[in-house]
Each structure stands twice: as structure tokens, then as C-alpha cells.
């Protein structure tokens, strides 16, 4: 039994792994033909890529009737990824700010 949960486990990150590259790459074959910013596609994929276990939680939640694990889902998700995100970033690089954006 628990051979087949790892077996099972470890095909499913193969095949997580396996989409995500095919993604990419179709994503920027994409922006190569249509002229757009590879920059703006890779930031749209990883946008896409990102919010897209959240969504299925708050679909799955919501559609059981349960609206309140979907609610704490983005919220708690949106709070996360700013804190990380710019938090590591910040770590890395300073970050610079005009005086008037932060009044």
C-alpha cells in the first residue's frame, strides 16, 4: 500500500513537472509569434501558474459549501505571496521608492 502512494506520488510530480516545462515553452513560442515581450509572458505564466491551485481550492470549497475556506484561501494566498515575494526581493535588492509613493 504505501508503495503504490509513493509510486503514485512521485509519477504525479513527474507529470506536474512534464506540464509545466511543455507550458512554458509553449507560452514563449507564443510570445515569440505574436511579437509580444517574452518578459510579459513569463510574468503572465507564473501569474497563471501561481493563482492556479488556489483557484481550484476556492472552486472545490465553494461549490461543497464551504465559502469560508475559499475566502481565507485568497486572502491568506494574497498575503503570502506579497510578503514573500517582496520580502525576498527586498533581501536581494534594496528596494527603491519615490518620497511620493509612500506618502
Known sequence: MTLLIVGNLLAGLALLVLGAESLVRGAAQLARRMGISPLVIGLTVVAFGTSAPEAAVSIKASLSGSGDIAVGNVIGSNIA???????????????????????
Do not use: T, Y
Not at 505571496?81 to 506618502?103: D, E, F, M, T, W
Open 81 to 103: 505571496n506579497i510578503l514573500l515575494i517582496l520580502g525576498l526581493s527586498a533581501l536581494i535588492a534594496p528596494l527603491k521608492v519615490a518620497r511620493q509613493l509612500i506618502r
